[in-house]
């Protein structure tokens, strides 16, 4: 946002502009970019368009919200979260620009990535022009871990080829989505990339020198995103409790039958790098195991550079199987969601047949 205020918006000027944003697109002073562009002078803000969570977060994870006004500015808000998820044409009807500005956090299954992806075949099919306004990948540049999901298992949580942990920037993935033709029946958009300036692959968000805003109600620090991507596979089932209901969304991994100090013991001999396990006891407020008194670890990424965040979940999961073989990993009905996560049901069935994670 700084680069584009930095030239008075210069290339929508004249241009009729929807954009899709939330909370987090923001500029380092906190004014909003739905405030900036709306206030701009040669640019004509019309219509707001919003990911999962809504254009001002206040929808959870999952839910689907319809149409609506914006409250604060009265324009039309379309929801892609919902039944409609790719911008129809009497959406982008009066449109001459479509503006992409998010925070993503690196990791796969993080929904906005999908987003992205229908918002620029919407656009190459209506003939508008998107616009990516570039923004960090805070777990790193540098980190890419996981699979490539396969074509079967593609989904709004794994849309397209690319691994888990992909270090990728929103928009580099959108240059390469368009290069590669991976939009819908191969087409390209119209795709303007505004670049960042100064950020380098290695940096963390600390270096960034740029505030955060929670990119989602469980994601509410720029580390989050790091243990987003070492727990989120393993949460999609009920079995672990991972922070989410909890102070430590995504921090922890428990449940009410394991002893905290057993399970700390046993992943810490497995001398995974860049991570350290402390014991610990927690009841969440919601979510898997209300009420109930968890016993797990808290994992702290001592080293980012070093630790193989997307291992953890294989790693979690074998390490409770050890302790605890009653617990269910896949109760009916639970097989789907996290197969769709992974890319892949091998994990699930090597899991099954009792591979470890080795």
Known sequence: MEVWLQHNFAPLQGKRIGLVTNPTGIASDYRTNIDLMAQAK???????FAPEHGVRGDALAGDEVGNSRDPITGLPVYTLYGKTRKPTPAMLRNLDVLVFDIQDIGSRSYSYISTLGLCMEAAAENGVTLCVLDRPNPIGGNRVEGNIPAPEFRSFVGRYPIPYAHGLTLGEFAQMANGEGWLGDGKRCNLVVVPMEGWKRDMTWAQTGLPWVLTSP????????????????????PTLNIGVGYTLPFELAGAPSLSAYQFAKELSGRRLKGVTFRPMYWQPFYAAYTGKTCGGVQIHVTDPNQAELTRLNLELMD????????LNFFPAGR???FDKVCGTNQVRLMFKSGKSSA
């Open 218 to 237: 469980h994601i509410p620090h720029p580390e989050t995103a790091l243990y987003y991507a070492a727990t989120g596979m393993v949460g999609e089932q």
């Open 335 to 337: 097989e789907e969601m």
């Open 42 to 48: 040669g640019i004509k803000l019309v219509a707001l």
């Open 319 to 326: 390490a409770t199987r050890k302790l605890a073989p009653h």
